[in-house]
């Protein structure tokens, strides 16, 4: 089970840093990943890491304003954001164990190619 935390409604500008949280499993041993859903966009990838990796991939549109990491117990990851913008409004997902392919969908649908998926915190800019 994933569950994430740290979703909250700031100002454009803020920072925040969302948590995710693995239980029953150790997150060290999957490849992991955020996604977000914003208004009338796709689901989309916003930061992956391999399995047992300490490095991480983040889409241009977003180097420098996002940052993945791994907690030193391999039992969390973090995503930390910087400048919030109103466009970064949305539900944020975090999952484990990519068992298929993400490309065009929401991310109701997205949960469905990984074996774990949390249950989304939503982050507001205004």
């Known amino acids: 089970q994933l569950v994430e935390s740290g979703g909250d409604s700031v100002q454009a500008g803020a920072s925040l840093r969302l948590s995710c949280s693995a239980s029953g499993f150790t997150f060290d041993d999957f490849d992991a990943a955020w996604y977000r859903q914003t208004q009338g966009n796709e689901c989309e990838r916003i930061a992956s890491s391999a399995q047992y990796s300490k490095t991480s991939w983040i889409p241009a549109s977003l180097k420098g304003r996002f940052t993945f990491s791994r907690d030193s117990a391999g039992n969390a990851t973090y995503l930390q954001m910087f400048n919030l913008k109103p466009e970064d409004t949305g539900e944020y997902y975090c999952?484990?164990?990519?068992?298929?392919?993400?490309?065009?969908?929401?991310?109701?649908?997205?949960?469905?190619?990984?074996?774990?998926w949390g249950q989304g915190t939503q982050v507001t800019v205004s």
């Open positions: 999952a484990a164990g990519l068992t298929g392919t993400v490309v065009g969908m929401s991310c109701s649908l997205a949960a469905n190619e990984y074996e774990y």
